[in-house]
């Protein structure tokens, strides 16, 4: 009698007969089986996955490269991470299993209207939706596409899909509040329509998702690629950060943590995730008029910024924010979860995922994470966990003293060189504007321009606005890089009362101190407050 056997899963449905060469049995026949099952929730059209035991997906049949991905994610064990970690509740699972949310199935789906085998742990389906259609028929126009969009704020442009399509139906949520930190951080707010200041074509590649990815050379097709009009534009999403396949692996050849695309940890403004865009004009550029902007990845590396002639930056001792003390680099300060209990009783309320990115966040009255970022720097206001959980900084106290000591260095020597009074960001004459620039006698090259050399008093007018405490480019209160903040104006000083002879010294200090302790750890302090000069200064 005949037997038929099925075949392994195979890329394409091809048929191959074959005999078995065993004794007592010459009439066997193969036939291939095909490359997925019916699904077990027929009505939703979710497929699940092909072979359980192996953790072959349905669609990982023909994606084969997407599969092998996938699998060495922690999607590919969410379920059996839920059932040991002994808190599993009913309502967990709908994000542990392959089921409605994050894609555009019809609710309920897969796991909540069948518990099956088929349908355990984050699968493809769970951002493509269902994909029944599409394995019956294969065919560009009936792919499932993911969506890459994240509505938390109808205010902000572009949200054109709802949380429950995407990355935020699972990571939002008191536990899990990625989307909703997200949705306040400045990630969220996209670059508006093309305009003579900022277009698309000249600032997207860092200020729209969408762009973003087209810069990075990262080609996978999202469903707002097709239906949004040209009106529309995304934010930093997840999937500009995260690589919803897990495809990039570390200089370990290990995948990334958290299926970032770029490492987080590596001392390179081309290859760092942060860095990435968080490098641009660093430094002087002859090119264009415009000043620094975004110099925050080279800020802490210790490359930013323009350098007076005889000052070596390389001579300083490395700011510990940017050493192998602090291996995330930027996301070890900036990304940081903490827990928020209730004050009475101590009982769970929040718990923040670092998804503001903000490294000293301000909190409301429960303890809780705010986007607004206008509170004092005080050990109340404000969560300092960044800075002592890493041993930099022994408490908050501790921390709250730094930035206290540093932010008013470095707004003193800023302005010592030019203290924008009218905040119109021109070097006005003293005494509408004050500091050693505003002496329009003594130093009458202070605009900016196309070509040539860069003159000291124009250099020193791009580090001030690069780490000037309030409206600097750096945004830091020359916390990124203390060290070489306080040199490079203590330097620019020197260089001034050099450069241009009429001008007078600054009280407190004399060029040759200027230059031999270029970090003012054995200088007398300015004294407050700060000089006014005017034309007829003298020495």
């Known amino acids: 009698m005949a037997r038929i056997l099925p075949l392994f899963p195979v890329r394409h449905a091809v048929l191959v007969l074959g005999f078995l060469a065993a004794a007592g049995c010459t009439d066997t026949v193969f036939q291939t089986r095909q490359p997925f099952n019916p699904p077990s929730d027929t009505k939703a ?3 699940g996955f092909f072979t359980v035991s192996t953790k072959q997906t349905t669609c990982g049949n023909c994606h084969t490269e997407k599969q092998a991905d996938w699998v060495q994610t922690k999607h590919a064990s969410a ?5 040991n970690s002994g808190g599993a509740q009913s309502f967990c699972y709908s994000c542990h299993t392959v089921s409605a949310n994050g894609n555009l199935a019809t609710a309920p789906a897969g ?9 355990r742990d984050v699968q493809c389906e769970s951002c493509h939706g269902p994909g029944y259609t599409h394995v019956q028929a294969p065919a560009l126009t009936n792919i499932p596409l993911a969506h890459e969009a994240v509505l938390l704020n109808p205010g902000i442009p572009g949200d054109t899909a709802s949380k429950k399509e995407s990355c935020g139906a699972c990571h939002s949520g008191v536990h899990d509040p990625f989307a909703e930190e997200w949705a306040t951080s400045a990630h969220a707010r996209p670059l508006g329509p093309p305009t003579s200041a900022g277009s698309i074509s000249t ?15 990262i080609v996978t097709n999202y469903a707002e690629r097709d239906s949004a009009s040209s009106s529309a534009y995304f934010g930093v999403t997840c999937p500009v950060c995260h690589d919803p396949h897990g495809t990039a692996k570390g200089a370990d050849g290990k995948p990334l943590a958290g299926q970032l695309r770029f490492p987080i940890d590596v001392a390179d403004v081309n290859i760092n995730l942060c860095m990435k865009c968080h490098q641009r004009r660093s430094v002087p550029d002859t090119t264009t008029t415009r000043g620094p902007h975004s110099p925050q990845g ?7 910024g323009y350098v007076p002639a005889g000052f070596n930056p390389a001579a300083l001792t490395p700011t510990s924010h940017g050493s192998s003390a602090n291996p995330r680099l930027c996301a070890g300060c900036h990304v940081n979860g903490f827990t928020v209990t209730d004050k009475l009783t101590g009982a769970f309320t929040f718990q ?5 990115f903000r490294p000293d966040p301000c909190l409301d009255g429960t303890g809780k994470p705010i986007s607004d970022n206008s509170c004092p720097h005080t050990t109340t206001a404000r969560y300092w966990g960044a800075c002592t959980a890493s041993g930099c900084h022994a408490s908050a106290t501790q921390a709250v003293a730094a930035f206290a000591a540093d ?27 004050g500091g050693l620039l505003a002496d329009k006698t003594n130093v009458p090259d202070t605009n900016y321009k196309v070509g040539g050399l860069i003159t000291p008093a124009e250099g020193a007018v791009f580090n001030v606005r690069m780490l000037r405490t309030v409206g600097g480019a750096d945004k830091s209160y020359g916390v990124h ?11 620019d000083i020197a260089e001034l009362l050099i450069a241009y002879p009429g001008l007078p010294h600054p009280p407190g200090f004399s060029i040759k101190s200027l230059l031999n302790d270029p970090i003012g750890a054995n200088q007398t302090p300015l004294r407050a407050p700060l000089m006014t000069l005017t034309t007829t200064s003298s020495r």
């Open 407 to 433: 932010s008013a260095t470095l707004d003193q020597l800023t302005k010592t060189i030019w203290d924008d009074k009218n905040g119109n960001d021109v070097v006005d004459p003293a005494p509408t504007d």
């Open 298 to 304: 080279p800020m802490l590396l210790g490359t930013a």
């Open 481 to 491: 890089n203390p060290f070489l903040a306080q040199a490079l104006l203590r330097a």
């Open 203 to 217: 600032c997207g590649s860092c200020h729209e998702g969408h762009a973003i990815l087209r810069a990075w050379n």
């Open 352 to 356: 923040s995922v670092g998804h503001l």
């Open 79 to 83: 379920y059996d991470n839920l059932v």
């Open 111 to 119: 796991w909540d209207v069948k518990q099956d085998s088929v349908y």
């Open 45 to 47: 059209g979710l497929l």
